[in-house]
């Protein structure tokens, strides 16, 4: 099983600020990692996938980077609306053994 | 606009088997390059994948969980459906249905059902 290991478990930013969270792969995933955004009592939406690309309907301040084994979701300036948990996920092999890493809570600094 | 929509029991006790099923509308659930999964969410943790299906009966699932898991669908209905077996209180979690859009170079889940809380409790 490919494990994903996300960091920092919180992030405390201000508005307007930048923030950059980071995923892990046990192993190379190669660009086989999506980001999602989940708010309280809400389901989780997609963000990113293919590591870089946005899904439809994401602002452009969400970009994402990486590959092999460590990735990064940067949000360039945060809005209210952008304080959430966020998850990546892989879905390298076949058949996928799908993994989600253990989220990151970004909070109001 | 797809819709998902989880249904079952919201209290399960331990050992027995928990079932949901999963109601797709403005969509169908034969579209190809999809297929349907469940992903659970213990309270204040993150999320697990528990398996997949495609419309023609294919499935794929968490080698950690395969034991005591079955999905099946019913295309006539519009309907996944989750049989998770021998639960225990570790299987107390949220269970959300959702799309699973599935290419060679692709799985992703872009659509998602609300959630529904199961309870497993004597």
Not at chain 1, 62 to 81: A, H, K, M
Not at chain 2, 52 to 67: D, E, F, R, V, W
Not at chain 2, 82 to 97: G, H, I, N, P, R
Request: with cysteine.
């Amino acid at each position: 099983e490919i494990v994903m290991t996300q960091s920092p478990a919180t992030l405390s930013v201000s508005p307007g600020e930048r923030a950059t969270l980071s995923c892990r792969a046990s192993q190379s995933v190669s660009s086989n990692l999506a980001w999602y955004q989940q708010k309280p009592g809400q389901a989780p939406r997609l963000l990113i996938y293919g590591a870089s690309t946005r899904a439809t309907g994401i602002p452009a301040r969400f970009s994402g980077s990486g590959s092999g084994t460590e990735f990064t979701l940067t949000i360039s300036s945060l809005q209210s609306e952008d304080f959430a948990v966020y998850y990546c996920q892989q879905y390298n092999n076949w058949p996928p053994a799908l993994t989600f890493g253990g989220g990151t809570k970004v909070e109001i600094k | 606009q797809l819709q998902l929509q989880e249904s079952g029991p919201g209290l399960v006790k331990p050992s027995e088997t928990l079932s949901l099923t999963c109601t797709v509308s403005g969509g169908s659930i034969s579209s190809s390059s999809y297929y349907w999964g469940w992903i659970r969410q213990p309270p204040g943790k993150g999320l697990e994948w528990i398996g997949s299906i495609y419309y023609s009966g294919s499935t794929y699932y968490n080698p950690s969980l395969k034991s005591r898991v079955t999905i099946s669908v019913d295309t006539s209905k519009n309907q996944f459906s989750l049989k998770l077996s021998s639960v225990t209180a570790a299987d107390t979690a949220v269970y959300y249905c959702a799309r699973e859009l599935a290419t060679k170079v692709l799985i992703v889940f872009d659509y998602w059902g609300q959630g529904t809380l199961v309870t497993v409790s004597s």
